[in-house]
Each structure stands twice: as C-alpha cells, then as structure tokens.
C-alpha cells in the first residue's frame, strides 16, 4: 500500500507565506516526478510546480517568483514554498507523483494522488 499524505494547508493572510508537504509511504522503489496542482472553486485543475527526481523544476507562469519546489528523497517528501500570497492563490492543492512500489515482493506502479489540502488567502 502507498499513499501521498498532504498537509500545510490553512487560512493566510495576503502578502503572507505558507508551506505545503506532500509525503509518500508505504513499500516504495522509486519515485520519479513530484508534482502539485491546484483547483480553485469552479476552475479547472492546473499544474503549479514540479519537481524531477534529479532536482529540476518547473513552475506555472502565475507562480513564477513566489513559489519554490523541492524535495527530500530521503523522506519521500516533496514542499511546496508560497511566499506573497494572493487571493488568486485560494484553491485545494493536490500533490501527485508516479510510484513504484513493491508488494507480496513485485513490483506495481501508482498514479497517486493525495487527498488535497485547502489554502484560503484572505484578509
């Protein structure tokens, strides 16, 4: 059994800071892209920012500049840093990452996703 575990979430000024984690557990092999995507009310899922294996990343235009993207393997956790925060930032954040992992000594693979974590920017 894996799973991606989110958690960060929560009521923030404008202007303020937040930081997301998105852990994974279970039997892991080998996880390769980490990714976080947002939904806000009545909008479509978009991407925010990934993050490879090796470290590289990439960020939606919108975020460019505020948010970081990073992850400790070691921990199978990926974070995602949100600094100025707008209104426009309020949506359920959603990590996602390709897993591979072992059960009854095989290998599976997983599209996981986790549960969302709900970031409200408001005064």
């Known amino acids: 059994q894996v799973q991606l575990v989110e958690s960060g979430g929560g009521l923030v000024q404008p202007g303020g800071s937040l930081r997301l984690s998105c852990a994974a557990s279970?039997?892991?092999?080998?996880?390769?892209?980490m990714v976080w995507y947002r939904q806000a009310p009545g909008k479509e899922r978009a991407l925010v920012a990934r993050?490879?294996?090796?470290?590289?990343?990439n960020y939606a235009d919108s975020v460019k500049g505020r948010a970081t993207i990073s992850r400790d393997n070691a921990k199978n956790t990926v974070y995602l840093q949100m600094n100025s925060l707008n209104p426009e930032d309020t949506a359920v954040y959603y990590c996602?990452?390709?897993?591979?992992?072992?059960?009854?000594?095989?290998?599976?693979?997983?599209?996981?996703w986790g549960q969302g974590t709900l970031v409200t920017v408001s005064s």
């Open positions: 996602n990452a390709m897993i591979r992992f072992i059960t009854h000594g095989a290998l599976n693979a997983l599209d996981a």
């Open positions: 279970g039997s892991i092999f080998s996880i390769n892209d």
């Open positions: 993050v490879t294996r090796g470290g590289r990343t």
